[in-house]
C-alpha cells in the first residue's frame, strides 16, 4: 500500500527537516588541498540527523509503536567537494551540483576525477559527492551476508532511506552554513556556491537512486538521471 511504502520515509524526511532547520547544522573540514586544475579540493563531514541503531549496516530504523523512525542523534558523514579556481577569482556565485555515484561505488573519489573538476572550471560549478548509504564500497561485505541470509535484506532498503537523509543534510548544509564558511568561499570573501541554485547529477545507480533522490529532495528541482537502465521496481522483480 502507499502507507506502507512511503508513511516511515515521509515521517522521517519531516522529522529530519526540523532538525536541520533551514540551513544545516554543520560541516567539520579534515583537510582542503590544492587540485592539479587549481581548484580548492575539500575533504570534510556534514552532520546528518540519524535514524539508524548502527552507524553502518548491518543497522535497522529504530522505531516507535507505531513504527515510525525515531530520532537517535547526529552523525558525521564524508564527503568531498570541489570549488573551482574560476569561481574562486569570480566575483559570482555558481551553481552547486550534487554527484550520485554507481554500482557499489563510492561519492569522495568522484571529487579527485580531473575529468569532473575540469567540467567543474568550465561551467563555473561548486561540486561535491558523498556515498549513497546502503550501496556504496563500504557496504558490499554486508550485503554478501544478506544475500546468504535473506531475513536480513530488509535492511539494505532501510539504509537506503537513511541515505537520503544524509543526501538532504549535504545539499542543505552546503546551501547554508557550511557555504559561508571559509573552505567555500571566494576569493573576495562571498559564496562560491548560489543558496539558490542546485543541481543533481546521477549515473547509473547514482540514476536509479537519483529519481527517488529528486521526488524527494526539498531543495534540488531538477537534475540529469544517466545510464540509470531501468527503475528498481522492474529490476527487483526480473531478479
Known amino acids: 500500500s502507499e502507507p506502507s511504502m512511503h508513511e516511515a520515509f515521509t515521517a522521517m524526511r519531516a522529522d529530519s527537516m526540523e532538525w536541520l532547520d533551514a540551513a544545516g547544522i554543520g560541516c567539520t573540514y579534515n583537510e582542503v588541498t590544492e587540485s592539479i586544475m587549481g581548484g580548492r579540493l575539500i575533504d570534510a563531514t556534514v552532520t546528518v540527523p540519524w535514524y539508524m541503531d548502527n552507524d553502518a549496516a548491518p543497522a535497522k530504523l529504530v522505531r516507535d509503536a507505531k513504527g515510525l523512525p525515531v530520532y537517535q542523534g547526529t552523525e558525521e558523514v564524508r564527503f568531498k567537494a570541489y570549488v573551482p579556481q574560476s569561481l574562486i577569482d569570480n566575483p559570482e556565485s555558481g551553481t552547486f551540483v550534487l554527484w550520485g555515484h554507481g554500482l557499489f561505488g563510492s561519492g569522495p573519489p568522484m571529487m579527485d576525477n580531473e575529468g569532473l573538476q575540469d567540467i567543474a572550471e568550465v561551467e563555473g560549478l561548486v561540486m561535491a559527492a558523498t556515498d549513497w548509504h546502503g550501496m556504496s ?15 536480513n535484506f530488509y535492511m539494505l532498503g532501510e539504509n537506503l532511506q537513511q541515505g537520503m537523509i ?74
Do not use: H, W, Y
Request: hydrophobic share 45%; proline share 3%.
Open 137 to 151: 564500497s563500504k557496504d558490499l561485505l554486508f550485503l554478501a551476508g544478506a544475500l546468504n541470509d535473506v531475513s
Open 166 to 239: 544524509i543526501k538532504n543534510a549535504l545539499t542543505r548544509s552546503i546551501l547554508g552554513v557550511c557555504g559561508d564558511d571559509e573552505p567555500f568561499l571566494r576569493a573576495d570573501g562571498g559564496r562560491a556556491a548560489n543558496p539558490n541554485d542546485a543541481k543533481f547529477i546521477g549515473v547509473s545507480q547514482g540514476s536509479v537512486l537519483g529519481g527517488t533522490f529528486l521526488a524527494q529532495s526539498p531543495d534540488i528541482e531538477r537534475g540529469a538521471l544517466i545510464v540509470g537502465g531501468a527503475t528498481f521496481s522492474f529490476m527487483i522483480e526480473r531478479s
